[in-house]
């Protein structure tokens, strides 16, 4: 991890914590590419009691380049922009998520 964004992350981690002490659920939107950053998340989750729930985007990269192709070309101004090359790198480090990996996952399709 970028070591500009760990202030930010942990900052978000105890906010995410807290609101989950509350009992409200919280969605953090980052990406866990790797089985490594998942299994830190978890651990992270598991060691203060909570379950770790992963939406995994099971989309074709050839769809994944068309959309992200349209968010360049027509998206909102804020939108996140990659370009065509960088859609394909990711796919190939991706690592999917598995149940085996201790978490819930929820795979959503195209």
């Known amino acids: 991890m970028f070591r500009a964004y760990m202030p930010a992350r942990a900052l978000m981690w105890d906010v995410a914590l807290g609101a989950l002490a509350l009992g409200t659920s919280v969605v953090l939107d980052w990406n866990h590419w790797s089985r490594q950053r998942r299994a830190q998340a978890r651990e992270r989750a598991s060691a203060r009691g909570f379950e770790l729930v992963v939406h995994y985007l099971d989309v074709p990269v050839e769809l994944a380049v068309k ?25 190939t480090i991706l690592e999917p998520p598995s149940a085996s990996e201790g978490f819930v996952v929820v795979r959503h399709l195209p």
Do not use: C, K, L
Request: hydrophobic share 30%.
């Open 67 to 91: 959309r992200a192709t349209a968010r360049r070309e027509s998206g909102p101004s804020d939108a996140h922009i990659i370009a065509e090359e960088g859609v394909r790198h990711m796919s």
